[in-house]
């Protein structure tokens, strides 16, 4: 048997949820469409939704102590130099090279809780 879902999103946990909500909400230019104040916040963005949500007090620990994290919230940019101003405006600016791949151009950077962005620019 096959489930079936109705839709998906990406969630991001944080222990800093204030932060990490203001900061998402800077690099996209627009508030979280709901918010449970230091609970959950979601971003309505062309394609997926962005939770953001602050575990519960019994699984903070487990949030808090990964070295780095394993997402990479991909974002397709229409011009990869203004998103890489708007980044280092926010004070996250991307700490390596512009790179080019077979499918445009690329950059990583950080959001406050180390999860890596990937900023994409097409061909």
């Given amino acids: 048997m096959v489930f079936q ?3 998906a999103r990406v969630t991001i946990a944080s222990v800093n949820f204030a932060n ?3 900061f998402y909400s800077q690099l996209l230019n627009h508030q979280p469409k709901s918010v449970t104040p230091n609970v959950y916040a979601e971003f ?5 939704r962005l939770g953001i949500f602050q575990p519960q007090k019994s699984h903070r620990t487990e949030f808090a102590n990964s070295a780095q994290s394993q997402i990479s919230l991909c974002l397709e940019v229409s011009n ?3 998103a890489i101003a708007h ?4 004070g996250y600016p991307p700490p390596g090279e512009i790179s080019t791949t077979s499918h445009g151009r690329e950059i990583y ?4 809780d180390g999860n890596r962005l990937i900023l ?3 061909c």
């Fill in 20 to 22: 990490l909500v203001s």
């Fill in 109 to 112: 950077a950080y959001d406050p």
């Fill in 120 to 122: 994409h620019e097409k």
């Fill in 80 to 82: 990869l130099a203004d």
């Fill in 87 to 90: 980044l280092a405006n926010l």
């Fill in 44 to 48: 309505q963005l062309p394609g997926v």
């Fill in 5 to 7: 879902y109705t839709e």
